[in-house]
């Protein structure tokens, strides 16, 4: 740092004027019923953020307020001002929709607002002594969650297009960050390795593009479905089928029509 101390020029943000919250609540409160594809199916935490809220709220402490800043000389009037904050809780609203989590089209018009804020902050900071290295228009400040928990937030920041870490005192809570934000972008976009299984009938034999963490996720499927074969081989006796008998049916009505029938104890996938 240098010796000679310039105060950093920092516009006020989105965050610090208004928020579409309605909308943010309507999304986040939604998400509760979400049953396939979200961190919570992953593994539970206590107060975990809804990915909603902590997408939005990352969004608009990222984005400058349009609004006029006489001292800065910069911003618009009052009019264009709110304009201008309008079309920005368009793209909130459109951010928090839980079917647009991975919508690239949707995420990257935010990851552009979100540059175009950087840039005009590095632009009012020209002057200072660290410009080179705090203020790179190409590159956006990297993030750090110190009590991540269940990662909602490092995990949002990571689509937001920042490099994110995490951190907890809680080892559940590392290694669930690592799975989400530390792992996934290290095999992004590769092809997956693991031992091919006889008995998936997706097994993605042939195909060439594995976008994102689809590579990934078909090798933890594919060596999911070698360690079942692999246990049933060396434990499986020790469970054998389980007859339904007429007992069975006295809580669990959805089985009658399974009576006088073997199943196996072993877990399926799926
Ligand atoms: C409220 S939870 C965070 C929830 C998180 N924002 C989310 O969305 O899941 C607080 C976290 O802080 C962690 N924590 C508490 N004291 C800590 C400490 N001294 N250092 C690091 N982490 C700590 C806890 O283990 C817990 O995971």
């Known amino acids: 740092m240098s010796s000679k101390t310039i105060a950093v020029k920092s516009p006020r943000k989105l965050i610090e004027v208004a928020l579409p919250l309605d909308k943010i609540s309507a999304a986040a409160s939604h998400e509760k019923s979400i049953r396939f594809g979200h961190l919570s199916t992953l593994h539970l935490w206590w107060s975990r953020k809804p990915l909603a809220a902590a997408r939005a709220v990352l969004f608009a402490q990222l984005v400058n307020d349009p609004g006029y800043e006489r001292y800065l000389n910069r911003g618009v009037n009052k009019v264009e001002a709110a304009k201008e904050r309008e079309r920005l809780f368009r793209i909130i609203e459109e951010l928090v929709v839980w079917e647009n989590t991975n919508n690239e089209e949707v995420l990257g018009r935010a990851r552009g607002e979100i540059y175009r804020s950087w840039r005009e902050t590095c632009e009012l900071n020209r002057a200072h002594p660290d410009a080179s290295t705090l203020f790179d228009p190409n590159n956006l400040p ?75 996720a078909k090798d933890v499927r594919r060596y999911g479905i070698w360690m079942r074969a692999e246990a049933e081989r060396r434990i499986g006796f020790l469970y054998p089928p389980f007859e339904i008998i007429e007992e069975s049916v006295a809580d669990r009505p959805d089985l009658a029509p399974l009576i006088g029938k073997e199943l196996p104890v072993w877990l399926g996938y799926g």
């Open 142 to 216: 990297a993030f750090h969650d110190p009590f991540a928990g269940g990662g909602a937030i490092p995990l949002e920041a990571q689509r937001l297009g920042l490099e994110s870490y995490a951190s907890d005192l809680n080892p559940v809570a590392v290694t669930i960050n690592k799975a989400m934000i530390e792992v996934p972008p290290r095999f992004a976009g590769r092809s997956p390795v693991g031992p091919m299984p006889r008995d998936d009938g997706d097994s993605g034999l042939g195909r060439r593009d594995w976008p994102g963490s689809s590579g990934l």
